[in-house]
Nanobody, 119 residues
Framework: QVQFVESGGGLVQAGGSLRLSCAAS????????MDWYRQAPGKQRDLVAR???????NYADSVKGRFTISRDNAKNTVYLQMNSLKPEDTAVYYC?????????????WGQGTQVTVSS
């Protein structure tokens, strides 16, 4: 059974930092690209960052230079270090594996972790 468990969110002032974690189970984590998404109230779920293997990473323009995605294959966990947070980063953050087309691989999503940035 595929499961993603996100954690690490919270309330932080603008300019602050948070580190999110996503623990995956039921998947062959080490061979998959992994994504972080976020969804703000009333908006669609947007891709934030992607990580492959061998050092590949990619970021949405809105978070480049502020967010860093990383992974620990031994722990089946992907991380998102978020620095210089802005109020517009407020959203629920989710992770998923990546299909060859670039879309989410699994239909099942975790509960997400809420990030709230106050101005």
């Amino acid at each position: 059974q595929v499961q993603f468990v996100e954690s690490g969110g919270g309330l932080v002032q603008a300019g602050g930092s948070l580190r999110l974690s996503c623990a995956a189970s039921g998947i062959t984590f080490s061979i998959l690209y992994m994504d972080w998404y976020r969804q703000a109230p009333g908006k669609q779920r947007d891709l934030v960052a992607r990580i492959g293997n061998g050092g590949y990473t990619n970021y949405a323009d809105s978070v480049k230079g502020r967010f860093t995605i990383s992974r620990d294959n031994a722990k089946n966990t992907v991380y998102l270090q978020m620095n210089s947070l802005k109020p517009e980063d407020t959203a629920v953050y989710y992770c998923n594996a990546v299909r060859g087309t670039g879309e989410p691989l699994y239909d099942s999503w975790g509960q997400g972790t809420q990030v709230t940035v106050s101005s």
